[in-house]
């Protein structure tokens, strides 16, 4: 294992995600799956500690540039996807412990990657003709980010495309708005998993050796892609959001196909 290999590795993923508001853990996730260095649980937590640090400085960032931010709709999300966050780890961890078989967990969640990813792709090229929402009242707006936060928290994506679909759909929020939109539920989300996990099984339960380069990348991943994020037209982030999905459909095929042959 190299760590500037984890590195690079973080910082194309957190860049390309900070622009498009998907945190890059929906990327990050299946190329650490087919490196394969790390059990299943591992390569969750090292991917959601890193999309933690990427939508901490992003959204920092974002602050610091003005960039308006409906926290009427942002908060309840937020707050229902920390809940979420929560119970996805703890779902996980039950799952992993039921089925004793990580390949078989990791064959479930990039099935469940390969899924969401075509769907929001064809919601994204057909949202036009799509009718939109405007969905109000905190319950319903707290329950869709609970929805959100266990999805991100069981796959150890952060959330990213699923997230920014919704916000569109219910809300009918323009795609930059969105994105940023998801940067914060990311944030929300993968804290409450950070913190579930350190107070129940402890972060000694993971292989984190490869955390520390990660986290550099984040870092740098977060403060330019948020700078890109802003200066980027609507249309090319855009773009840069569907080459995404083709490219995470394209990883998790290829888990799918590995691990299903491990397991016969």
């Given at each position: ?20 508001g998907i945190g890059g ?38 602050l610091m540039m003005k ?44 099935a469940l990657l390969l ?150």
């Amino acid at each position: 294992m190299q760590p500037i290999i984890y590195f690079l590795i973080a910082i194309v993923s957190t860049t390309a995600g900070a622009i498009a508001g998907i945190g890059g853990g929906i990327i990050m996730r299946p190329v650490l799956d087919i490196l394969g260095d790390f059990d299943v649980q591992s390569i969750s937590m090292l991917s959601s500690l890193t999309v933690l640090v990427m939508s901490f400085v992003s959204a920092g960032k974002q602050l610091m540039m003005k960039t308006v931010i409906d926290f009427k709709i942002v908060l309840p999300l937020a707050i229902g996807a920390a809940l979420g966050g929560t119970l996805g780890q703890h779902l996980l961890t039950m799952i992993v412990n039921a089925l004793e078989m990580g390949q078989t967990v990791t064959v479930i969640q990039n099935a469940l990657l390969l899924i969401m990813a075509i769907s929001v792709f064809v919601y994204m090229r057909r949202r036009a003709s799509i009718e939109s929402k405007n969905l109000s009242g905190k319950p319903l707006i707290v329950l869709t980010g609970l929805v959100l936060g266990v999805l991100a928290a069981f796959l150890g994506i952060g959330g990213g495309p699923i997230n920014i679909a919704v916000v569109i759909f219910l809300f009918s929020f323009n795609i930059k708005t969105a994105m940023v939109c998801s940067i914060v539920v990311i944030l929300f989300s993968q804290s409450a998993n950070a913190i579930y996990a350190s107070l129940t099984v402890g972060f000694g339960a993971f292989n984190l050796q490869m955390l520390p380069p990660m986290m550099i990348g984040a870092v740098a991943g977060g403060f330019i892609g948020a700078i890109l994020n802003k200066k980027l037209s609507e249309r090319v982030v855009e773009n840069c959001f569907n080459v995404m999905q083709g490219l995470v459909a394209t990883f998790a095929i290829f888990n799918i196909i590995s691990g299903l042959n491990y397991l016969s």
